[in-house]
């Protein structure tokens, strides 16, 4: 594990330092406590089982409780010490457990909460290259990183290293040659550990990597069900979804393989080193220089130390396994955020006027491909400008640039005579309103979502913003009205009623500048004539980008301005651009054949 990278996160425990410090308190007692748990055993076989006489220190303390020493009394003293040690190791153990798990857990929801703000802040590019059922894998999955790591990298070795120290030096007073004996095995298994460390983490990687891939596919497919049910693909994804499983599950048995051999390996070095403490000991025993009790706490001894050699390289494993999940939440955390507040970000300060200006701008996706060249236009407040050509031909790129989605490689984009890149993006996007073609609504009440872009707007404004819309009527008549639930992405509702919730939502925000990016171009013509009306409405005092395919909903913009290949290639009213004979009246022609030339005179 590189420091260097863990680093990063070192901010999590850090944050819960009191319960850090309260389990680190109560792992320093509890290991400390396990040098106590056989000395019972020897007291009651050295002592209580023969004639040895008690030392010193316990025949005083039977002395001072004024209470004969007899061996009755003696296997009764070492039950109930048995007993109480047992008793108070498990409330310590049960306090450890919950201290733990109250930090670690809070340690995995912060780091969660952290990287689903990032991902909310990464440019839709980002979006665009990642699944979104990659992103939850990582949000929900790879985040319990920073407990492992934590754990494996303090948690566990202060309490291994403190249950080594403590036992070995209980060991050393009863017999240095075994001690030394039982730490013996530790270089091997450090080189097991150093040979399998590799492999663990590969197989974890191919592992998460590939249930990432299941669970995009699952969420893609969910996410389309009406379009499977349509053309009948339930068999074909259910074969997608048995190869992707069947992959899946390989992947697992190949890491649980690595895991057992790992787990072999270490098991057969435990094991001889056993045996041969045995031997030593049973000789010692013979030869009277080690009493049958020591012995028996020797080997309890034994499978502590032991069992502390093991954890130490468990450690090293889950390390290593866990790189491949922490290298997956530091890929987003390190991703940089292509759009932020730079140094000295203004906010919009009021009047806001939304006059909107692109200077010379060129932009694209991808280096060396530029969807805009050169583009130049302006929007006055309160001007309707509508954006019409080709697919392709840069529509929605160019109005993407103006809420700071994306930043132009070249070229200006104003706002109120301010360049955006000099403002706060917070401050940018709550003077911009949006209507999509896919309104995109979310599975909450419709009053909700009309007020998610102003989630303090009181019932009144809804209502009144739904009406706006022409939306008031149909909610009304929805089980709970205005507390309706709908389904993901509005699916509850039609086309209609979505695009109508989506201008109410735009209406409450009451934002100076208003993008349109084909709101109408799925609706029949009776819902797009009412839409339209609310449309109109929403239109007044603002400066809004209307971008349509269906040429009769921009029939009376202020200017229309026309693109082709990334470039402003014609720009003027309906009317002039249809006498041009230019790229507009070709598109009129193709939607009008009939009619164009009579409604252009």
């Given amino acids: 594990m590189n420091l260097q990278q863990y680093g990063q996160l070192i901010q999590y425990p850090l944050r819960r330092w009191q319960f850090m410090l309260l389990t680190l308190s109560l792992t320093v007692v509890v290991s400390m406590m396990s040098a106590f748990h056989p000395l019972p055993m020897k007291f009651l076989v050295d002592y209580a089982l023969s004639t040895r006489p008690l030392p010193i220190e316990l025949r005083s303390w039977f002395e001072f409780l004024a209470i004969t020493p007899t061996p009755a009394v003696l296997i009764t003293g070492a039950a109930i010490a048995s007993l109480v040690l047992y008793l108070l190791n498990s409330a310590l153990d049960a306090c450890l457990t919950w201290a733990w798990s109250t930090t670690g857990q809070g340690m995995v929801y912060d780091l969660a909460r952290q990287l689903f703000s990032h991902l909310q802040r990464l440019s839709l590019r980002f979006h665009h290259q990642h699944t979104v059922g990659d992103s939850l894998s990582r949000l929900t999955g790879d985040t319990y990183c920073i407990y492992t790591l934590t754990n494996a990298l303090l948690v566990s070795p202060v309490q291994h290293l403190l249950t080594l120290a403590t036992i070995g030096w209980v060991a050393w007073r009863l017999n240095p040659l075994l001690t030394l004996l039982s730490f013996a095995i530790a270089p091997l298994m450090a080189s097991s550990a150093l040979f399998f460390g590799s492999y663990l983490k590969r197989r974890t990687q191919q592992n998460r990597e590939a249930q990432s891939r299941l669970m995009s596919f699952i969420h893609q497919t969910l996410t389309a069900i009406p379009i499977v049910q349509a053309f009948g693909s339930e068999v074909l994804n259910r074969q997608r979804f048995l190869n992707l499983a069947e992959k899946t599950i390989a992947l697992q048995q190949r890491a649980v393989l690595v895991n057992s051999l790992y787990s072999f390996v270490n098991g057969m070095i435990t094991t001889i080193g056993t045996a041969l403490i045995l031997y030593m000991a049973g000789q010692l025993v013979l030869l009277g220089t080690l009493t049958v009790g020591s012995l028996l706490v020797f080997l309890a001894y034994l499978r502590s130390i032991q069992g502390a050699l093991r954890g130490l390289l468990v450690i090293y494993g889950q390390l290593k396994s866990t790189e491949a999940n922490t290298d997956r939440v530091l890929e987003i955390l390190e991703s940089q955020e292509t759009v932020r507040d730079r140094s000295g970000a203004k906010p919009l300060l009021a009047p806001v006027k939304g006059h909107l200006k692109l200077k010379e701008v060129t932009f694209g996706y991808e280096p060396d491909r530029p969807i805009l060249q050169n583009v130049s236009l302006e929007a006055r407040p309160g001007e309707t400008i509508a954006l019409v050509g080709a697919t392709g031909a840069g529509k929605s790129t160019l109005v993407s640039l103006i809420p700071r989605f994306f930043d132009p490689w070249h070229g200006q984009v104003l706002f109120d005579d301010i360049d955006v890149r000099h403002l706060q993006v917070q401050s940018l996007r709550t ?156 598109l009129y022609r193709l939607q009008f054949p009939n009619a164009w030339q009579g409604l252009a005179l």
């Fill in 431 to 586: 003077h911009i309103a949006l209507v999509l073609q896919d309104p995109f609504l979310l599975p909450l009440s419709i009053a909700d979502n009309i007020a998610y872009g102003r989630p303090d707007a009181s019932r009144a404004e809804v209502v009144a913003a739904a009406q706006a819309a022409n939306a008031d009527a149909f909610i009304r008549q929805l089980p709970q009205q205005y507390d309706t639930v709908i389904g993901e992405r509005g699916a509850t509702l039609s086309g209609g009623q979505k695009q109508r919730v989506a201008i109410a939502r735009a209406l409450l925000k009451n934002a100076p500048v208003l993008i349109l990016d084909e709101p109408t171009s799925s609706l029949d013509a009776q819902t797009e004539s009412g839409l339209l009306e609310a449309l109109e409405r929403l239109k007044v005092g603002r400066t809004t980008l209307i971008i349509a395919h269906r040429l009769s909903t921009i029939r009376n913009a202020d200017r229309i301005v026309v693109l082709e290949h990334g470039k402003i290639v014609e720009t003027g009213t309906h009317r002039e651009l249809l006498a041009a004979g230019g790229l507009y009246q070709s």
